[in-house]
């Protein structure tokens, strides 16, 4: 197995940018995807492919991958993105989710 | 609409089971690998199960190998997670989720079930 390294939290204030990362062995050869959790809702993938938006997710969220780190930016930043995003990757049967960061925007 | 629902969660002892479902509308369920993801109650998110279309593929996180099956009724739309000898640990809210690109979870995930293991 493996594992996914992320800062526990992020603090921002409005407008500013916000980078959160994630690091791991199998990021350097492997995808990664980010998803967004408020508190009491279900996950949301608000990246793929290290850095594919799916539909509906604002032009503010981006991604981008460097060796074994990826990186969720989110460009002037909001109140409605203070959430925890958690990275995940996949590499043969093993399937992990990072363990968790979270985004403060105040 | 895509929608996931799933059900079966509830209150049960240490060393006992129970079969979680997940109702699939709004798309060709038949056509997707499926996955059970898990959250501990102020934890993150922990994958437990992925089962391909046709259930030809199954995999397991280590946690649960061995005590967990996963399975589905592509007939039915539904998926399963039949949870056996739980363990106080297995608390967690249950999430069904859609695969993409045959490796874990993507776009939608259903609003999960809320399992607790207690005496």
């Known amino acids: 197995s493996y594992e996914l390294t992320q800062p526990s939290s992020v603090s921002v204030s409005p407008g500013q940018t916000a980078r959160i990362t994630c690091s791991g062995d199998v990021l350097a050869k492997k995808y990664a995807r980010w998803f967004q959790q408020k508190p009491g809702q279900a996950p949301v993938l608000v990246i793929y492919?290290?850095?594919e938006r799916p539909s509906g997710i604002p032009e503010r969220f981006s991604g981008s991958s460097s060796g074994t780190t990826v990186t969720l930016t989110i460009s002037g930043a909001q109140v409605e993105d203070e959430a925890d995003y958690y990275c995940?990757?996949?590499?043969?049967?093993?399937?992990?989710f990072g363990g968790g960061t979270k985004l403060t925007v105040l | 609409e895509v929608q996931l629902v799933e059900s079966g969660g509830g209150l049960v002892k240490p060393g006992g089971s129970l079969r979680l479902s997940c109702a699939a509308s709004g798309f060709t369920f038949s056509s997707y690998s499926m996955n059970w993801v898990r959250q501990a109650p102020g934890k993150g998110l922990e994958w437990v199960s992925s089962?391909?279309?046709?259930?030809?593929?199954?995999y397991y996180a280590d946690s649960v190998k061995g005590r967990f099956t996963i399975s589905r009724d592509n007939a039915k739309n539904s998926l399963y997670l039949q949870m056996n000898s739980l363990r106080a640990e297995d608390t967690a809210v249950y999430y069904c989720a859609t695969d993409y690109d045959s490796s874990g979870p993507g776009v939608y995930w259903g609003q999960g079930t809320l399992v607790t293991v207690s005496s």
């Open positions: 089962i391909s279309s046709s259930s030809s593929y199954i």
């Open positions: 492919k290290d850095s």
């Open positions: 995940y990757s996949a590499a043969d049967n093993n399937r992990v």
